[in-house]
């Protein structure tokens, strides 16, 4: 008897990426080894969408559209280009209007898409209306999707074979159409046994032939096991990836999987292994000067306890590595359980799982609770849709009083079409007033990246990719036990900052040094600047989006002065008492320590 074929989509070239260097590699790199999987006999990638879209604009100073038209000419005019859309929220981590979610599809309909795989976080199939529409529309094949996980210990009420039973019976009642279903755990958190019986679940309760895909990480070190049991309970198709970026945060190796159903009556897309081989050398070689973090290819109990999906994992370790607080990442991932709990148990997949660690980052920055997560708590006040079960009461009201915001049950698509800033008349005008033109294009890319999307396309982009052996291009700290001669009043005086000194005393004045360019400790170099009665001062490490103040003006207690960019939240630090700007101390871009002094009131 011929064995039962499974299709393969290789997601080495998006989840792959994205699981382990958080979206950064440059197309220049790594397109050889598209070939390479071609000739490997591959022709089903996951090659575009999810966060491999904005990482682009924001860290590779690269067009996405330009990215997935070179791949389809090495991958052939035949080959099934997927990517990911996030339901309501398309390729972005805020919810699209009308307009944008319908540009989308038409957007990745033009630029070599075949398939779209569209999931809601929150499992609302409401969300999933309008979007599987559109993609449908615009002539895509439309994978939908039932997102998993498993809850933390003693949770219950959603996230078992009950709970995705009622999801797909809401998406087959909603009409809603459709090409494929996806079963997608981000977090790979699912216990082999639920996988099994929800694939059994859905082979009958979809129409017969219908195409059913398994979608796991090997974070916890489960994954193996679930395709298994996917595969025992009749499952089409299920993704795999390449090494070096598989196992670990990412799907399981390709190699692995064959050797794994040896024996069995599976055939995986028709791969050979000697062909495989041949195709992971040639992307070693094209990956060998990226710096691969090592818990990139680790797994972790802890996991099942805090789903922290493995797209998400070294994205936010990088994040705190750049920010020299990685050793806060056990702590942040520990807090994570309690958030997740009085979450409402939407599942851990962007932009959830960004809102979840959020949350528990801003739980051991601030104080457990003391500071509400934008994201995590427009989430529990209902505007991105309808958690699977009510979240915290108490957390709802901290959120409510901090956001100042009301809970909402409104429509999370209407309310987007209310915000006439998503409106697309409004990113029109700013590309004009910016004097770029209004391709259709770069409408999506300024509407779905906003600031740093017009940064791109005026050709103010950076890139930011980890090399081994290449020196990020930041600016670097004067040393801090070097002396410098400064002039006040026409008196030399000779100060050596420190990192427990920020001011010094002259004459009865409080000063700050202030040190230019180049930091050369010639005199004339460094300048003091007097210092007054408040200080704005960094409450966490990043980098300044936004500097709000000049010198010279009148604030308001509470006032923003600075924003922050850090862990992909903005942060606005307020002023400390109504006063005067006497310095700003900050520059846009500039990357920062805690506690560090931003501007003297």
């Not at 980890?466 to 700290?477: P, Q, S």
Request: hydrophobic share 40%; aromatic share 8%.
């Amino acid at each position: 008897m011929a064995k039962k074929y499974i299709d393969v989509m290789d997601t080495t070239f998006r989840d792959g990426f994205q699981s382990v260097f958080g979206g950064r590699v440059l197309m220049d790199d790594f397109l050889p080894a598209v070939a390479a999987a071609r000739d490997a006999g591959i022709n089903h990638f996951e090659f575009g969408g999810g966060a491999r879209f904005q990482s682009l604009y924001f860290y590779l100073n690269e067009d996405a559209f330009e990215m997935m038209d070179r791949f389809r000419a090495i991958a052939g005019p035949d080959a099934n280009l997927q990517t990911l859309a996030r339901g309501v929220n398309t390729v972005m981590l805020d919810t699209g209007n009308r307009e944008l979610i319908d540009l989308h599809a038409k957007m990745f309909r033009k630029h070599s898409t075949t398939t779209i795989r569209n999931f809601d976080a929150l499992n609302d199939v409401e969300n999933l209306k309008y979007s599987g529409e559109r993609i449908v529309h615009h002539g895509l094949k439309h994978e939908i999707v039932v997102t998993m996980m498993d809850l933390p210990p003693k949770c219950v009420g959603a996230h078992d074979v009950a709970f995705y039973e009622k999801t797909l019976r809401t998406i087959l009642d909603s009409g809603i159409p459709y090409h494929s279903v996806c079963f997608k755990d981000a977090s790979g958190t699912s216990s082999p046994q639920k996988v099994y019986e929800t694939i059994k679940m859905a082979k009958k309760l979809l129409p017969e032939g219908m195409h059913v895909r398994l979608h796991t990480h090997e974070t916890a070190g489960v994954s193996v096991a679930c395709y298994l049991a996917a595969l025992e309970a009749g499952v089409d198709g299920i993704d795999l990836a390449a090494a070096p970026v598989s196992g670990g945060t990412s799907q399981p190796d390709i190699l692995t999987m064959l050797h794994a159903v040896k024996g069995k009556n599976y055939d995986l897309g028709g791969l050979e292994l000697e062909k495989i081989l041949t195709y992971e050398d040639v992307l070693q070689d094209c990956l060998k000067d990226y710096f691969m973090p090592p818990e990139a290819v680790q797994v972790s109990p802890l996991i099942p306890f805090s789903p922290m999906p493995g797209g998400a994992l070294t994205a936010n370790t990088q994040m705190l590595r750049d920010n020299n607080i990685l050793h806060k990442f056990p702590e942040v991932i520990k807090a994570m359980r309690e958030v997740v709990e009085k979450g409402g148990y939407g599942t851990s997949v962007t932009p959830v799982s960004q809102f979840y660690f959020q949350q528990a980052f801003n739980n051991v920055m601030f104080g457990p609770w003391t500071k509400i997560a934008e994201g995590y708590g427009k989430m529990v006040l209902g505007y991105f849709g309808k958690t699977p079960v009510a979240p915290n009461a108490k957390v709802v009201a901290l959120a409510s009083k901090q956001l100042k915001l009301e809970p909402t049950k409104k429509n999370a698509l209407d309310l987007a079409d209310e915000d006439e800033s998503k409106s697309l008349t409004t990113v029109k005008q700013l590309l004009e007033k910016e004097g770029l033109k209004a391709t259709e294009e770069n409408i999506f890319i300024a509407a779905s990246c906003k600031d740093k999307g017009i940064a791109f396309l005026k050709g103010e982009a950076k890139v930011n990719v980890r090399k081994i052996g290449k020196a990020d291009k930041e600016k670097v700290l004067c040393n801090a036990s070097e002396d410098y001669t400064v002039i006040v009043n026409g008196q030399k005086y000779n100060v050596k900052p420190s990192d427990k000194q920020d001011a010094f005393v002259i004459n009865g004045q409080e000063y700050f040094i202030e040190i230019e360019e180049g930091c050369s400790a010639e005199s004339g170099n460094a300048a003091l600047i007097p210092s007054n009665n408040a200080e704005v001062r960094a409450g966490i490490p990043g980098s300044i989006f936004k500097v709000l103040v000049n010198v010279g003006d009148k604030v308001t207690k509470g006032q923003p002065v600075i924003v922050i960019e850090a862990m992909k939240m903005e942060i606005e630090v307020p002023a400390t008492i109504d006063g005067i700007v006497s310095s700003v101390r900050v520059n846009q871009g500039d990357v920062i320590v805690n506690n560090q002094l931003l501007v003297t009131l």
